[in-house]
C-alpha cells in the first residue's frame, strides 16, 4: 500500500495525463481544421499515447491497493496562431510533465516509497523522449519558415506516425 500522501499525487497524475490527451485532441482537431492531416495523425498518436500513460498510473495505484479518484479534466485550448505555436505549447507542456514526473519521484524518495520510485523511472525516461520528440518538430518548423512547402512535407512525414504500445512488463 502507498501513502495517502502518494496516493493524491500518482491520482493528480492520472488526471495531468488525461488533460494532456485532451490537450493533444484539441490540437489534433486545429490541424483537421486546416486540412494538415499528417500532423493530426501526429497529435492523435500522442493522445494514444496519453491516455496509456493514465492508465499505467490508474493500474498501478489499483495494484498498490489503494484508491483511484478522478477529478474533472479541465478544458484544453481550442486555438493557436501555426502549426509552430502548437508545437511550441507542445513542447512547453510536455516540460511541465516532466517537472510534474520529477516531484512525484521526490515524493516516493522522501516517503521511502522504493516500489513507486521504481514504478516511475519508466516515466523519467519516456518524458526524454516526449520532448525530444516535439522539440525536433519545433526545429523542423523553424527552419522551413521561409520555405511553406516544406509544411507539406513535414505533414507527409508525420502522417506515418502509428501508436505502438509499449511491451509488457519483464518483455
Known amino acids: 500500500m502507498i501513502s495517502k500522501k502518494m496516493e493524491k499525487a500518482l491520482n493528480g497524475q ?15 482537431s486545429y490541424f ?12 492523435r498518436v500522442q493522445t494514444q499515447e496519453e491516455i496509456m500513460h493514465a492508465m499505467k498510473i490508474y493500474d498501478f495505484i489499483d495494484e498498490r491497493g ?16 501555426s502549426p509552430r505555436a502548437v508545437f511550441e505549447a507542445a513542447y512547453a507542456h510536455e516540460q511541465k510533465v516532466t517537472g510534474l514526473i520529477n516531484g512525484l519521484v521526490d515524493l516516493a524518495i522522501k516517503e521511502k516509497d522504493h516500489a513507486t520510485n521504481t514504478f516511475l523511472q519508466w516515466f523519467v525516461n519516456e518524458q526524454v523522449e516526449e520532448e ?11 527552419m522551413m519558415e521561409d520555405a511553406p512547402g ?12 502509428v501508436f505502438t504500445p509499449p511491451p509488457a512488463e519483464g518483455q
Do not use: C, H
Not at 14 to 28: I, K
Not at 33 to 41: E, K, Q, T, V, Y
Not at 67 to 81: M, S
Not at 150 to 161: N, P, S, V, Y
Open 14 to 28: 492520472v488526471n495531468a495525463e488525461l488533460y494532456s490527451a485532451y490537450l493533444y485532441l484539441s490540437m489534433e
Open 32 to 43: 483537421k481544421s486546416l486540412n494538415l492531416n499528417g500532423f493530426a495523425n501526429w497529435m
Open 66 to 81: 489503494s484508491r483511484i479518484t478522478l477529478k474533472a479534466i479541465e478544458g484544453p485550448p481550442t486555438q493557436w496562431d
Open 132 to 142: 525530444a520528440s516535439a522539440d525536433a518538430i519545433v526545429q523542423q518548423l523553424k
Open 150 to 161: 516544406g509544411l507539406f512535407m513535414l505533414d507527409r512525414e508525420l502522417a506515418q506516425r
